[in-house]
């Protein structure tokens, strides 16, 4: 049982930012790379920024520069930086964690409820 909640979703203003958390909690073992993905309405699930355990990090070139992905294993949590936000920029964003298990050693892929961003003015 592994459960992914986000947080910090809002209503801000072109320009403004905004600070996601993604904190991961349940029987894990270990978590390897993690993520965040957006949907906005009517288009696909695209990746946002990706961390792996190591610690690199990728992004899309549409936020690359605006937005910062960074983890904390003690407390088992991603985060997603937003800067410079834009309306082009509103969607459900989605945490995604790789993760095994104490109980079984094969890694899943897990996802977040999601949390709703809307860039308005």
């Known amino acids: 049982q592994v459960q992914l909640v986000e947080s910090g979703g809002g209503l801000v203003q072109p320009g403004g930012s905004l600070r996601l958390s993604c904190v991961a909690s349940?029987?894990?073992?270990?978590?390897?790379?993690m993520g965040w993905y957006r949907q906005a309405l009517g288009k696909q699930r695209e990746l946002v920024a990706g961390i792996s355990g190591g610690g690199s990090t990728n992004y899309a070139d549409a936020v690359k520069g605006r937005f910062t992905i960074s983890r904390d294993n003690a407390k088992n949590t991603v985060y997603l930086q937003m800067a410079s936000l834009k309306p082009e920029d509103t969607a459900v964003y989605y945490c995604?964690?790789?993760?095994?298990?104490?109980?079984?050693?094969?890694?899943?892929?897990?996802w977040g409820q999601g949390t709703q961003v809307t860039v308005s003015s």
């Open positions: 349940g029987s894990i073992r270990k978590i390897n790379a």
């Open positions: 995604n964690a790789d993760i095994t298990t104490v109980n079984w050693y094969r890694h899943y892929d897990y």
